[in-house]
């Protein structure tokens, strides 16, 4: 039997950061949802115990530095599990971007593997399992859209933003959320995004208000150590977007659209700058 799963990029509609922890984390509050552009994994029992992960992608891990390897190893160890799988990660998000790629593949491998062998885990209890994997793994587990807090892992879901068209773009590089975090002073912060402003836009289905609510603070750190992310965003807003914003850590930016006769022509005006652009739709 052949098991598979979907596993959607998410981008933060908000991103706050709090405080430093006395853990070492740091305590967020990030709007999340999911956009249609997504990972594919097939997932088949092998009746020796261990774990193989192949993908077309030549750029991944397919050890146990890959996050969907972790989450299969978790979830043997966990339910004391004794066969064996065989996943293949059909790979479209792009890698170190900002759009949880890695932490959607986890957790699309904890569904999977509860559906394969038949675990019965509740949607609940592979959070937990997710949230020992990343933060951001919990909410892929659920999907949908939410609020995140704590490091992530506290979720509270909320009604879906209006339909739009998503373009993101990925500068051609690559962007460290730990390196991000710790050049971030989180005490010192003059400026935060508004969550209630932008709650209230979502519930009301206000596309205006959502654009004018965008905001992450990480962007403070990584538009000074990567320019070309904040050329990006000029970019995109020249070309036409009516809300614009960096996505996680970074570098991938992502505009809104409200009109598909604005899409094409800020596709076209973006691969004159980036080979990396997609347009999706958002998951609602």
């Not at 209890?125 to 997710?130: H, K, N, T």
């Not at 505009?255 to 800020?266: D, H, N, Q, T």
């Amino acid at each position: 039997m052949k098991i598979y799963e979907k596993a959607p990029a998410k981008i933060n509609l908000l991103l706050d950061v709090k405080r430093k922890r006395e853990d070492g984390f740091h305590e967020v509050e990030m709007i999340m949802t999911m956009v249609d552009l997504a990972d594919r994994l097939e997932m088949e029992e092998l009746p020796r115990d261990t774990i193989i992960i192949s993908s077309q992608a030549g750029y991944i891990p397919l050890d146990e530095k890959n996050l969907a390897f972790q989450a299969a190893r978790l979830i043997k160890d966990r339910y004391n599990v004794r066969k064996g799988v065989y996943i293949h990660l059909d790979k479209k998000i792009p890698v170190a971007a900002g759009l949880a790629g890695g932490s959607s593949d986890a957790a699309a491998t904890l569904r999977g593997l509860n559906r394969l062998w038949g675990l019965g885990i509740s949607e609940e209890e592979l959070c937990e399992l997710g949230a020992e994997l990343g933060s951001d793994v919990p909410f892929c587990v659920t999907g949908g859209t939410a609020i995140a807090r704590g490091r992530g892992e506290k979720l509270e879901r909320i009604s879906n933003p209006p339909q739009c068209w998503v373009i993101l773009a990925k500068p051609p590089i690559n962007v460290s959320t730990a390196d991000v975090y710790g050049k971030l002073r989180a005490n010192e912060l003059k400026q935060h995004p508004s969550t209630s402003d932008m709650l209230s836009a979502i519930s009301s289905g206000s596309f205006a208000g959502i654009c004018t609510y965008l905001g992450n603070v990480l962007e403070t750190v990584t538009l000074q150590l990567h320019p070309e992310v904040l050329q990006m965003k000029e970019i995109m807003h020249r070309l036409g977007a009516d809300g614009v914003l960096m996505s996680g850590s970074g570098p991938t930016v992502f505009g809104l659209v409200s009109k598909e006769a604005k899409v094409s022509r800020i596709y076209n005006g973006l691969r004159g700058f980036c080979k990396e652009v997609y347009v999706v739709r958002m998951l609602t």
